[in-house]
């Protein structure tokens, strides 16, 4: 047993494909099937139930796999403590962030970073709040840009910035003709929202008092996977959505038949935090990412304090 059959079997129970896995270990599939036979036979179990249309993984396979996980984090914690020794501002540093904060912040950091920080190659991942927390905790990614708490004792967090959610409606909304927007307007507007899953999604919903999505109407049927498409329907008329500040920096903004308003609202806004492992083996990476981001923030958002007792200090962040 070694750990480049770890590897196979992670991957096979991962993609539930012999062939996507021996792509993913770039190896032939008749090789990786060989190396998982051979451990099975090696371990006298049967790991992987196999068909013709399907692979299952069997009860103490799953129990095998729980280890193998394991043995594989540790071996890259392994690795990760070498090179932290020889230089923790190389090599590469994998981060998530979700899909309604990257686009908009990572072009104002990645030229910095690089110029500050060369040997520093940064992997970027774009997913759900949830799919991040997973591979954060499988030791796939070092650290992850979200914008809601977690409370994993595994893991911890350096706040960033707080950024204000402003409203996105329609040139010839009835909002238009109003100095200020009230929590009360924000009850009866026709709201457009994400698709399930996007945490901006309930950050919304909480803001404008929505127990739950609309059930009938046209609102019903709209749920956009982007939030560039959720700002197309709006300037088609379809209705109104709450944008975060740093998307009023995107192309949208002219000539989209959107007017785009700060709202003077207690809570509206979402904290955005880097979280990773408290055991992640380079620290000082993830501080210099905090403080490159921090350092390249436009006026629309307000940066933390670099010491996160006194970021706490201004109230935990939107739910």
């Known amino acids: 047993m070694n750990l480049r059959d770890l590897k196979y079997i992670v991957a096979v129970a991962e993609t539930r494909h012999f062939g996507r896995a021996a792509s993913r270990c770039f190896v032939s599939q008749p090789t990786l099937s060989g190396q998982i036979k051979k451990l099975?036979?090696?371990?006298?179990?049967?790991?992987?139930?196999?068909?013709?249309?399907?692979v299952e993984i069997t009860p103490v396979g799953e129990s095998i796999l729980t280890h193998a996980r394991?043995?594989?984090?540790?071996?890259?914690?392994?690795?990760?403590v070498a090179r932290a020794h020889q230089d923790p501002m190389?090599?590469?540093?994998?981060?998530?962030?979700?899909?309604?904060?990257?686009?908009y912040l990572m072009p104002l950091v990645l030229m910095p970073l690089k110029r500050t920080y060369p040997k520093l190659t940064l992997v970027l991942s774009e997913e759900l709040t949830d799919a991040l927390l997973v591979r954060l905790q499988h030791h796939e990614l070092d650290a992850a840009l979200l914008a809601t708490p977690t409370d994993e004792p595994e893991l911890d967090a350096l706040p960033l910035f707080d950024e204000p959610f402003w409203l996105a409606h329609p040139r010839d909304h009835h909002l238009y003709q109003k100095d200020?927007?009230?929590?009360?307007?924000?009850?009866?507007?026709?709201?457009?929202?994400?698709?399930?899953?996007?945490?901006?999604?309930?950050?919304v919903m909480d803001l404008c008092r929505r127990a739950e999505r609309p059930a009938t109407g046209e609102m019903a049927d709209l749920r956009a996977a982007s939030l560039e498409t959720l700002l197309q329907l709006v300037g088609a008329g379809f209705g109104c959505t709450l944008v975060p500040a740093l998307a009023i920096r995107g192309s949208w903004m002219t000539d989209s038949g959107i007017i785009a308003r700060p709202l003077a609202l207690p809570n509206a806004y979402r904290r955005v935090?880097?979280?990773?492992?408290?055991?992640?083996?380079?620290?000082?990476a993830i501080s210099?990412?905090?403080?490159?981001?921090?350092?390249?923030?436009?006026?629309?958002?307000t940066p933390l304090s670099r010491d996160p007792a006194q970021a706490s200090r201004r109230g935990p962040g939107p739910k």
């Open 180 to 203: 200020d927007v009230t929590a009360e307007d924000l009850q009866s507007i026709d709201l457009l929202l994400l698709a399930d899953g996007h945490c901006l999604t309930h950050q």
């Open 288 to 301: 210099a990412l905090a403080d490159i981001i921090r350092d390249h923030l436009p006026n629309t958002v």
């Open 273 to 284: 935090s880097l979280v990773y492992r408290r055991s992640f083996p380079r620290p000082a």
């Open 40 to 54: 099975e036979d090696e371990l006298e179990v049967i790991i992987f139930e196999r068909t013709n249309r399907s």
């Open 70 to 80: 394991l043995a594989l984090e540790q071996a890259n914690a392994i690795e990760q």
């Open 90 to 103: 190389a090599g590469p540093l994998r981060i998530g962030a979700i899909p309604t904060l990257s686009p």
